[in-house]
């Protein structure tokens, strides 16, 4: 016997519940900052080199969620090490 249509969820509706986070299991990730994008001009040799460098990790399931996050994280790294002063592996390639 087929459910009642009236009983089924309307998984358009905005509700609490996300219909693919319950069938995967995963939680909602929290958003602890708040974003803004930026523009910034790069070499294409880098856009490439980056992108290139995403789809490996991502192939190799290194759990990297987005580009946005990896480029926070290497760009976390890079100030870092700019704080490291004269010992900065940054300062030395400007």
């Known amino acids: ?5 009236k009983d089924l969820p309307d998984f358009f ?4 519940v ?10 909602p990730v929290e958003q602890t900052t708040s974003k803004k ?4 001009y790069l070499s ?9 460098k995403f789809h490996e990790l991502k192939l190799a399931g ?3 969620d987005n ?9 976390g790294f890079a100030l870092d090490d700019l704080d490291r002063g004269d010992r900065s592996q940054v300062l030395k390639r400007l």
């Open 13 to 16: 509706e905005p509700t609490s």
């Open 18 to 27: 996300d219909p693919v986070r319950s069938a995967t299991g995963t939680l």
């Open 62 to 64: 290194t759990a990297v």
């Open 44 to 52: 294409l040799q880098l856009i490439e080199r980056f992108d290139r």
């Open 67 to 75: 580009k946005s996050r990896l480029l926070e994280a290497a760009l």
């Open 1 to 5: 016997m087929m459910p009642d249509p």
């Open 37 to 40: 994008k930026a523009g910034f």
